[in-house]
């Protein structure tokens, strides 16, 4: 199987921030990839921009730097490298100053048939400072496009003063909000599995899904990001963007069609459909010391955070397809494996002439994102042999890599990200509302947990986190899948 690159127009994209960790780890070696595939036209121009005074050859040598560390090295070839660095140029700006925007303007002029996207890979406090920017020096067209990236807000008023801080200066069909999520190949699959598939959809309700899992759990912990972290905590840092993204995406409606705004308008009514957060349904917690590697309290360097780096919630969508199925979320750090998984469980048949299908676990559709991207269908069959009728489970699998060969080959999130930036299509970037309906749905427990003093549980390393979590599958007869890679 081939898969088909289409490339994209010649453009001109702006990095802010060119010079930072994002920029060198992930979006200056997804637009090489993406080079090396011919999908990034040689014609383009990637303009770094930031505070550091740089000579363009500079930048190129650092940019050099970030591939031979984030690339893999058999993706790496002096021939492409070399293509790539000759799209790079440089420019000094200070986002709150004046040097520099003159000098933008001139370079981006030369091109005017180019498409512009500025991406602004700063903090988001700079957001509304550099879009005022950009459009008080002449720099944005009517097809410019602004790229932005979490933490979009705090809480739903710091998110709806970033959101009217952007628009002051674009329209929403200019802003991309990246949750890098939505980029992930799986992801992206979910929606194909099923709108592409006639098998799936007429069991996709209450009246067929016992219950859906969405876990998302990590083996690193937080130090070297302490001081991000503690003022964020799970449920911001995880749950009010990428869960919820997978939620979304889970329990929507299908779309009329595969246009932005009729996914994202089926996405937005799922997020007003849940149901407010009852604080029984909610479960945090905080990784322990292990050995020598320390707590999250050592981590972050503060001995009295009560934020939590693991948190697992029951959760509602009220609508007619899945009133009465929960949805249950779980995402933490210092977890037995790295695993990002959604599995929905189908209810029993309504009648079994095999008693010993009561002792099964009955179908699940197990969707995983990462690691080893697949699908697997638990089906129940007759064990092989003579000796009676004996049931037993079996996995359906389908890796991707295995089936796709080497087309299954994942590319990284930013990769379709950026080139859907350049394309023009919006399809999987937040819209303004849905950030905000997100932020609606999570600040009353975050409210809530900062009001009531109290402390998130502790749990150790390597595990699945607090044993209370297990309450809240367990008071409905379920249980979490097991954190195993
Ligand atoms: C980021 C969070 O958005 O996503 C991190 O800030 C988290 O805390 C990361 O580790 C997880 O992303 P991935 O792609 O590694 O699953």
């Known amino acids: 199987m081939v898969s088909t690159v289409i490339p994209v127009q010649p453009f001109d994209l702006v990095i802010f921030g060119a010079t930072g960790d994002l920029a060198h780890r992930k979006i200056l070696p997804s637009l090489y990839r993406r080079l090396s595939v011919h999908q990034m036209p040689q014609e383009a121009r990637i303009i770094g921009a930031a505070r550091s005074k740089m000579s363009r050859a500079e ?26 660095l000759a799209t790079l140029d440089y420019v000094t700006i200070d986002a709150a100053g004046d040097g520099g925007w003159a000098q933008l303007a001139r370079k981006l002029d030369e091109k005017p048939d180019h498409i512009r996207a500025f991406y602004l890979s700063v903090a988001p406090s700079l957001f509304g400072t550099i879009a005022g920017r950009l459009t008080e020096a002449g720099i944005t067209t009517p097809s410019s496009r ?53 098998l799936f959809e007429p069991l996709w309700n209450s009246r067929y899904v016992e219950h859906v899992q969405i876990t998302v759990a990590e083996t690193v912990g937080v130090a070297g990001r302490g001081a991000y972290y503690d003022g964020s905590g799970a449920m911001r840092d995880m749950v009010q963007n990428h869960i919820m993204q997978l939620l979304c995406l889970t329990a929507m409606e299908p779309p009329a069609k595969f246009d932005p705004d009729a996914v994202r308008d089926e996405k937005l009514k799922v997020i007003r459909a849940l149901d407010p957060l009852m604080i029984s349904d909610t479960v945090r917690g905080q990784y322990r010391a292990n050995g020598k590697d320390g707590s999250y309290l050592d981590h972050v360097g503060n001995p009295a955070s009560r934020t939590e780096s693991f948190v697992a919630i029951r959760a509602h969508v009220s609508n007619w397809r899945w009133a009465g199925t929960p949805f249950y979320l779980r995402t933490g750090k210092k977890l037995a494996a790295r695993l990002s998984e959604i599995v929905v469980t189908f209810k029993h048949p309504p009648h079994t002439i095999f008693p010993q299908v009561e002792a099964q676990k009955g179908n699940a559709l197990i969707i995983r994102l990462q690691p080893d991207e697949g699908i697997t269908m638990r089906v129940t069959i007759k064990e092989p042999g003579p000796g009676g009728m004996r049931l037993v489970e079996v996995p359906l699998d389908m890796t991707f890599a295995d089936a796709l060969g080497e087309e299954g080959a994942m590319p990284e999130a930013y990769e379709r990200l950026i080139m859907d930036v350049i394309r023009g299509d919006q399809t999987l970037f937040m819209r303004g509302d849905e950030v905000e309906a997100a932020w609606a749905w999570t600040d009353p427990i975050i409210q809530f947990w900062k009001e009531s003093g109290s402390r998130p549980l502790a749990y150790d390393s390597g595990g699945a986190g607090p044993i209370e979590a297990y309450k809240l599958t367990s008071a409905d007869g379920h249980l979490w899948r097991e954190i195993v890679a």
Request: charged fraction near 25%; glycine fraction near 6%.
């Open 59 to 84: 930048f190129r040598k650092s940019v050099q730097g970030a591939l031979e560390e984030f690339v893999e090295p058999g993706d790496l070839s002096k021939e492409r490298v070399e293509a790539f």
């Open 146 to 198: 602004i790229v932005v990236e979490k933490p979009l807000g705090q809480d739903l008023a710091s998110a709806r003063a970033l959101n009217a801080q952007l628009s002051r200066h674009f329209g929403e069909h200019q802003i991309y909000r990246i949750d890098h999520y939505l980029g992930k190949e799986t992801v992206q699959n979910l929606m194909a599995i099923r709108f592409a598939n006639a």
